[in-house]
Structures are given as structure tokens and as C-alpha cells.
């Protein structure tokens, strides 16, 4: 039989491993009497873990939510992403302090051969700047919170031009690309779905009343072309190349359609012309611009900068060379 002390830590593993357990189950696998695992839902208790019991045939123990958060058991595997998760924690402002706080108390008590894991996947690692705003973590919760709820949020929006406009939005869902926050919801004034930049928004109080949840958005929306969507300069282009070729190489906020086996259509968005040129030039492929002018206007000025033959009036360019 486990000493107390172990059998509690044993009886809070099985806790968090299901939603119900029956005490005549946690008695089978403990090897210890009914009674016994009642005393032990008594001690936890006193540790403050928040196990609710219920009676009857469909009964038993349920580890719920208190009102303070007691220690946690955790796996190798959920130790090591947890850890990696609060080392590579940088798209929500102001928890970087707070990341390296927790972390460095889980790699206090983490197993020497999980510590060795860790070090050695953060030393090999290099982390680049992820080019987008940073969103406050209060804010995201309180979108995040609205979303589960079921409650119209009501929020300045900053648009493309800078202008300030009142939003009154049901929320559906948070979406997020690698480098922005994006909040998917239904336009209650434009009666239609939309998309919109996190980072843009500055939520009001209180919160709206409640509503029935609609059908979900289009496909298209979510994930696929929320970046484009909300870019200040949205192009068309036309790939000589196949889907097969060019989307593996593109995150999936970038929509790519299918016009044949050679052809496809990528619908780029950037804050800049300049910028646009450049993510389609790293396409690595021949390409027509559909739309819009200022991308042209953009290639010809990179073209010149960079002494190669302006393209002229035409709208076929041709970029050369591999990218590594």
C-alpha cells in the first residue's frame, strides 16, 4: 500500500486524468477501501483542492475550480511544453516578466533528464522578432471571455487610415496567424461577419447583453485571409506555378486558389507597396499582378534600385535565383 503522501499524489493524478471517477474506482486503483479514499478527498480538500462529489448511480468525484490555484501534477510531456510555451511567450504584451517567473519555477523541480531537454532545445533555438503588434493580455482575455460567454462586445476600432469608429460586434472566435491577433464576429451595424486586428481595438465597458450563436463564417474567413483582408494594400496576383508549389511556403492567413495545374492566384496583403513587392518577389516564381497599381509602381522602383532592366510597361515579372 503507497504511504499517504504518495497515494494523495497518486489520487490527485487520476483526478485530473478524467472528468468523473467513481469512489469504487479510485479505490481499485489505489488498492485501498472506499473509506480509505474518502479520507483522502477530505485531505485534498484541506490542501485546497476543490473535489466536488455527487450521489446516486451517476455520481462521484470531480476535480472543479477554486477560488485559488492549488499545485498541478503534470506529465514529462506537459512539463516540457508548458516550458517551451512560456520561454517562446512574446505575442501577448506585458507577461514576458511574468513567462520567466513561472518558468524558472518549473525548471527548479523539473527531472534532470527533462531539464537537460529544455536547456537544450533553448539553446538551439533563436527567436526573430515576429513583426506584429503585441496585444495585451487583458484585452485578449476579455475578447476570449466574450467569445465563450456569448456576450456583444462594444469597442473603438482604429482602421487602416487611423480613423476611430464604435464597433458592436458578436464575438465568435480568436484567431491568431504567428503574427497578429485577429477576432472573427458578426457586425451587428453592417449585419455581416468580419475580421479585425486585436491590437486595434480598445474593448468598452461594460459588456453587451447576450446572443444566440449564428451559423459559423464562410471557410474562407477563418483562418485563411484575415491577414490580406485587413492590410492597408491587398494585391491579386497571378502564380505561374502550381498550388502544390507555392503554399507550402506561405502561412495559411494567405488565401491561394487553384486556377490549373500550372496557375494559381495569391491574394498577398502588406502596410506598404514596398513591403507587398517583397513578399511576392520571395514567391520565388514568374508572376502577373492582377491589382493593385501601387504594387507595379513598387517593383519597378525595386527593379531600378537593384540595376535590373525596369519591366516597363508590362505586368509579367520574372524573379530569379532560389531562396534559402
Known amino acids: 500500500m503507497l504511504e499517504t503522501s504518495a497515494r494523495l499524489l497518486r489520487l ?14 479510485l479505490a481499485e486503483r489505489l488498492q485501498v477501501s472506499p473509506r480509505t479514499v474518502r479520507y483522502d478527498i477530505g485531505k485534498l480538500r484541506g490542501l485546497g483542492y476543490p473535489v466536488h462529489a455527487a450521489p446516486g448511480v451517476t455520481g462521484g468525484y470531480r476535480l472543479g475550480a477554486g477560488a485559488k490555484l492549488p499545485p498541478l501534477l503534470l506529465d514529462d510531456e506537459e512539463a516540457v511544453a508548458v516550458a517551451i510555451g512560456l520561454r517562446t511567450a512574446g505575442a501577448v504584451e506585458g507577461i514576458e516578466e511574468t513567462s520567466l517567473r513561472a518558468l524558472a519555477k518549473l525548471e527548479q523541480v523539473l527531472p534532470d533528464r527533462l531539464r537537460r531537454r529544455v536547456r537544450a532545445l533553448h539553446a538551439a533555438t533563436v527567436s ?105 494594400y491587398r494585391a491579386r496576383v ?28 495569391v491574394h498577398a496583403g502588406g ?28 517593383l519597378r522602383t525595386l527593379s531600378a534600385r537593384a540595376g535590373v532592366t525596369s519591366p516597363g510597361s508590362g505586368e509579367q515579372h520574372s524573379q530569379q535565383g532560389g531562396t534559402s
Open 12 to 25: 490527485l493524478a487520476l483526478l485530473q486524468t478524467r472528468p468523473v471517477w467513481t469512489g469504487a474506482d
Open 128 to 232: 526573430l522578432p515576429q513583426g506584429g503588434p503585441a496585444v495585451s493580455a487583458e484585452t485578449l482575455t476579455t475578447v476570449a471571455a466574450a467569445c465563450r460567454d456569448r456576450h456583444r462586445l462594444r469597442f473603438g476600432y482604429r482602421t487602416h487610415d487611423g480613423a476611430e469608429r464604435v464597433r458592436d460586434v458578436e464575438p465568435y472566435r480568436l484567431v491568431h496567424t504567428g503574427r497578429r491577433w485577429y477576432l472573427i464576429g458578426w457586425d451587428v451595424d453592417r449585419d455581416d461577419w468580419r475580421t479585425f486586428r486585436v491590437d486595434r481595438i480598445a474593448v468598452r465597458t461594460p459588456g453587451g447583453p447576450r446572443f444566440a450563436l449564428r451559423e459559423e463564417p464562410p471557410a474562407s474567413i477563418v483562418p485563411q485571409g484575415v491577414d490580406t483582408a485587413l492590410m492597408r
Open 238 to 265: 497571378t502564380v505561374h506555378a502550381p498550388v502544390s508549389a507555392i503554399a507550402p511556403h506561405l502561412p495559411e492567413s494567405v488565401l491561394v486558389e487553384s486556377v490549373d495545374e500550372r496557375t494559381c492566384v
Open 271 to 298: 502596410e506598404t507597396p514596398a513591403r507587398l513587392a517583397l513578399h511576392i518577389l520571395a514567391l520565388d516564381a514568374d508572376f502577373t499582378v492582377d491589382d493593385p497599381p501601387e504594387l507595379l509602381e513598387a
